[in-house]
């Protein structure tokens, strides 16, 4: 048996952020982690001679720990291209194009977006994104679904599929039935606020040189053989003083996993009841992400950025994800989603007819120029057991008031963190370093 000052489970973000604090604070680290590579959701991989960004990418202006980070590390970024027009198709079926971040929808529906989503806003900033359950309307809004409360505001249907659309498919990756109203103002309150999630070229602003992968490779570099790759954490002893995991004994141990695979860990004793108890409340949304590479990015030729949303498509919404950083790449590389029913119903093809539906859905947005890539790929980040979801997760309706609270509550030396428990940067790498820095700031102050 080693001993150890801490023992950290995940090197994802979280756990990695945590474990280069903790060592410059002078503490004894160790990270295991299950997989056989550190980064977690972070996943910047060469398929098919096209370099991609098979987990997340994007980094926005108000996700300032992640930008301190990537300066810190001396990474460096890029815009995301934006230059040209932006495709809607909208519920009479007809494809638009527009600039900004206005949808082209009939003039009474835009009224609609704007004062629903100034609401939205509103209860997002009387917000503190860590402690949602404080919020003034907190039960009353976490008992209605978010889709109750978008038909309680709206009777417009277009108006409220636009809105829904932001929060459910594109963010939770769920149904907006499945969440409540205030798991949607707390994801609006964690980015700052709504009307943040609603313009595309603040929240995907930019992208990381060389891949946002080079974070936690760069944590993990730090640590110098600190981390062990392939060896996952399946059981964990505790007493009010230390633990064991994985052949350590340490004074303090950070589970930094999502909630879900918490529960895949057998504690002795047990956690108490309310641990196990709320993390059944918290799973995973589902969203694929695909990446269709082209000989080019025909789309700019015709004046467009790339950038095209949907409520009625199967893919939602796609951006132009050319890797600008590569010298001499001058393919054009797309990136769209399917999200929660949509994705049920696609997952249960076979490889051959997926693709096809997918090229179809994007060549209603780009034309029949759509329709013959060079290379096509989905992120499985669904079948991959040390995540199984994407992008987070997220309670179910009624559960952030009830189990809100003990979401960051350590039990004796365990502790537990992830992007999933964050308040600003909630399911996003900001709010993973946000986690592993408190979590490492509570460890060093009981020293
Ligand atoms: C497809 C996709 C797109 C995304 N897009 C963006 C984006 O553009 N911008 C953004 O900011 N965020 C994005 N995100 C979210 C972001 O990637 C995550 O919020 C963040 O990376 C989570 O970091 P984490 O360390 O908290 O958790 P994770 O990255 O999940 O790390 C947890 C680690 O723990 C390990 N582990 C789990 N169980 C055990 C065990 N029992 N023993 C040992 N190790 C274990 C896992 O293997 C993993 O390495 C995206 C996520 C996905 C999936």
Avoid: C
């Avoid at 945590?18 to 959701?41: I, N, S, Y």
């Avoid at 490779?217 to 994985?246: F, H, K, M, N, Y």
């Amino acid at each position: 048996m080693n001993d150890v000052d801490v023992v950290v489970v995940g090197a994802g973000v979280t756990g990695l952020t945590a474990a280069v604090r903790l060592r410059e604070a002078g503490l004894d680290v160790v990270v295991l982690e299950a997989r056989d590579r550190v980064g977690g959701r972070l996943l910047t991989e060469t398929v098919d001679g096209v370099r991609l960004e098979i987990g997340g990418q994007w980094v926005s202006p108000d996700q300032t720990a992640l930008l301190a980070m990537i300066d810190e590390l001396g990474l460096t970024t890029y815009p995301r291209y934006r230059s040209g027009e932006s495709v809607y198709i909208g519920r009479d079926g007809v494809r638009k194009t527009f600039h900004g971040d206005a949808f082209p929808v009939p003039a009474e529906t835009a009224v609609e977006i704007k004062r629903v989503a100034a609401e939205l806003d509103r209860l997002a900033a009387q917000m503190d994104p860590l402690v949602p359950w404080d919020h003034p309307l907190a039960v009353e809004l976490d008992q209605m679904s978010f889709a109750h409360w978008l038909s309680s505001q709206t009777s417009d249907q277009e108006a409220r599929d636009n809105i829904g659309l932001y929060i459910g498919p594109a963010m939770l990756t769920k149904p907006a039935h499945t969440f409540s109203a205030l798991s949607a103002v707390l994801m609006a309150a964690s980015a700052g606020g709504f009307a943040h999630l609603l313009d595309a070229d603040f929240i995907l602003d930019r992208r990381v040189d060389g891949g946002l992968q080079e974070v936690p490779l760069r944590l993990a570099a730090r640590l110098e053989g600190l981390v062990r790759l392939s060896t996952p954490v399946d059981q964990i002893s505790w007493d009010g003083t230390s633990a064991v995991a994985g052949g350590y004994r340490a004074r303090h141990v950070v589970l930094a996993v999502p909630p879900t695979l918490v529960n895949r860990i057998r504690f002795a004793p047990a956690l108490p009841p309310v641990q196990a108890q709320m993390r059944q409340h918290q799973s995973f949304g589902l969203v694929v992400k695909l990446h269709i590479t082209y000989e080019t990015p025909f789309w700019r030729e015709e004046g467009l950025s790339g950038t095209a949303f949907s409520p009625y498509a199967l893919v939602h919404e796609a951006y132009d994800n050319s890797n600008e950083d590569v010298a001499g790449d001058d393919r054009g590389i797309l990136v769209g989603f399917v999200s929660d029913v949509r994705a049920d119903a696609l997952l249960a093809l076979d490889a051959g007819t997926r693709r096809e539906e997918v090229l179809t859905s994007l060549a209603a947005y780009y034309g029949p120029g759509a329709l013959s890539p060079v290379a096509y790929y989905e992120s499985p980040w669904q079948s991959d057991e040390w995540t199984a979801g994407a992008f987070g997760t997220s309670f179910d309706i009624g559960s952030l008031t009830r189990y809100g609270r003990h979401l960051r509550t350590p039990v004796g030396p365990l502790s537990f963190v992830s992007s999933d428990v964050a308040g600003l940067g909630f399911q996003h790498v900001d709010g993973a370093i946000r986690m592993g820095e408190a979590a490492a700031a509570a460890i060093v102050e009981q020293r």
